[in-house]
C-alpha cells in the first residue's frame, strides 16, 4: 500500500554506505546486554552508620538464640532477609563487620565461638566496635546460654542458619570474595566437632556452597578451599 510504498523510498534514498536503521527488537537486545555498574557504597563503617545497623542486626540476632522455635526462625529470615535488601549499599568493610560481628556470632550455640579466632581478626573488630560500647553493648541471654548446651538450635535452627549463610555469600560473591576464608573456617570447625550431626549438616551445606557457587571462585579462592579441605 501507500505506506509501505513511503518506506521503500526512505530506505532506498539512504547512502550506499549508512548504515541500516536497527530494529525495535535489536535495539533492546541491545540496551539489555549492557550489564550495570554496581551502585556505591552508601553504608561504610563510620561511626554513624555502625551505630545505626549493629543494634539492629545484633538485636535479630540474639533473638535468633530465643528459646521459643517460631521466634527463632522469624529472626532469622529477617536478619539474611535485611542483608539481602540493604547488603549491595554496604561498604566491604562495614560487610566485614557485619559478618564477623553478627553472622558468624549465630553458631556460637555449636561451639564455634569456642574456637579461637584469628588475632588480626579478633583485634580488628574490638577496635572497630569500641565505638560502640557506650551506647549498645551485647549481652548474652539467658535463653542462649541455656541453649549452648541444648541439642534443640542445632536441630531446628542451625540447618536453615547455614543455608542462609550460603544463599547470602552465594548474592554477593563477586564483591565480597575476602568472606571465603572465614565461611570456609566455620564450616570445617563444625566438621572436626565431635557432634556428628552437626558435622553432616557442616558438609551438607560446605557441598551445596561448593557446587552452587564453585564456578564463580578463582584458582586462589579454589586454593583457599582445597587447604582448609586437607585440614
Known amino acids: 500500500g501507500k505506506r509501505r510504498v513511503t518506506r521503500l523510498v526512505r530506505v532506498e534514498s539512504l547512502p550506499v554506505d549508512a548504515p541500516m536503521p536497527a ?3 535489536r535495539l533492546q537486545k541491545s540496551s539489555s546486554s549492557v550489564i550495570p555498574p554496581p551502585p556505591p557504597a552508601v553504608f561504610t563503617d563510620s561511626e554513624k552508620h555502625l551505630s545505626l545497623w549493629f543494634p539492629l542486626l545484633t538485636g535479630l540476632s540474639r533473638v535468633v538464640g530465643h ?9 532469622l529470615d529477617t ?3 535485611t542483608l539481602a535488601l540493604f ?3 554496604f561498604s566491604p ?6 559478618f564477623r560481628g553478627v553472622v558468624l556470632p549465630l553458631f556460637d ?3 564455634y565461638g569456642q574456637r579461637k579466632r584469628k588475632p588480626a581478626q579478633a583485634a580488628h573488630i574490638a577496635g572497630s566496635l569500641e565505638l560502640l560500647k557506650n551506647s549498645y553493648q551485647y549481652e548474652p541471654s539467658e535463653d542462649e546460654e541455656a541453649l549452648a548446651e541444648d541439642n534443640e538450635w542445632l536441630v531446628t535452627t542451625c540447618p536453615g542458619a547455614f543455608r542462609h549463610l550460603v544463599d547470602m555469600y552465594g ?4 564483591t565480597l570474595p575476602f568472606l571465603l576464608d572465614d565461611i570456609l573456617d566455620l564450616f570445617v570447625c563444625c566438621i572436626v566437632q565431635g557432634n556428628e550431626v552437626l558435622a553432616r549438616t557442616a558438609i551438607s551445606h560446605m557441598q551445596h556452597l561448593l557446587i552452587v ?3 564463580k571462585l578463582t584458582e586462589t579462592m579454589w586454593t583457599l578451599v582445597c587447604s582448609q579441605i586437607s585440614y
Open 67 to 75: 528459646k521459643d522455635q517460631e521466634l527463632r526462625t522469624s529472626a
Open 23 to 25: 530494529s525495535p527488537s
Open 109 to 111: 550455640h555449636v561451639g
Open 93 to 98: 568493610r562495614l560487610w566485614a563487620l557485619v
Open 171 to 174: 548474592s554477593f560473591l563477586d
Open 87 to 89: 547488603g549491595a549499599l
Open 213 to 215: 557457587h564453585g564456578i
Open 79 to 81: 536478619l539474611f532477609r
